[in-house]
């Protein structure tokens, strides 16, 4: 009942929406601010590497971090600023909103992984509701019109695909 509300009701996609430009406003300026500015994840791996409640809690992920992350610091502040970035922007026009909804959610769970709070938990949970929504959730946002075209593209695509293997 409540799953059929959040993904069919119009004022559940009005809530949603509101849900929505917060969280992308919240991502989009975090990233924003890293962007334009002089952002270094370094120190923040650095950190998450030396914390010893990482490295007890989630050893494979310390490990991923002190192997993969640390030495790859310049490629991860790339991503995750830029990342930042376009979660928030697809949040906040309502394009793409179940996939920037996803990746901010891994974000955040990546950064509660790294043994930081701060509004990660609450993020997380608004996302949550946006993700059960999927279509609903940017109904009132560019979605109403991307998500359409996609599809009509999507099926395009597997008709010729289909008409080619017939026809071999």
């Known amino acids: 009942m409540f799953m059929d509300f959040l ?6 996609a009005g809530i949603l929406t509101i849900v929505r430009i917060y969280l992308g406003w919240s991502w989009m300026t975090a990233g924003w601010g890293k962007v334009t500015g002089d952002f270094s994840a370094a120190g923040y791996l650095n950190g998450v590497v030396n914390n010893e409640t990482v ?3 989630y050893p494979t992920y ?3 971090i002190e192997s993969f992350a640390l030495p790859n610091a310049g490629v991860f502040s790339f991503m995750v600023a830029w990342g930042e970035l376009l979660v ?7 394009i793409l909103t179940t996939a920037a ?10 950064f509660m992984f ?14 949550i509701f946006i993700l059960a929504a999927g279509y609903n ?3 009132f946002g560019g979605d109403r019109w991307v998500i359409p075209y996609l599809s009509l593209q999507f099926k395009k695509l597997l008709k010729k695909e289909d008409t080619a ?3 071999a």
């Not at 993904?7 to 559940?12: C, E, G, L, M, T």
Request: hydrophobic letters at 55%.
């Open 7 to 12: 993904r069919n009701n119009v004022i559940a």
């Open 55 to 57: 490295m007890s809690q």
């Open 62 to 64: 310390h490990a991923f």
């Open 88 to 94: 928030g922007i697809g949040l906040l026009v309502g």
């Open 101 to 110: 909804a996803f990746f901010g959610i891994m974000m955040n769970f990546a």
């Open 114 to 127: 790294a043994g930081t709070i701060s509004s990660n938990p609450w993020m997380v949970l608004l996302t």
């Open 137 to 139: 959730a940017g109904k």
């Open 165 to 167: 293997t017939n026809a």
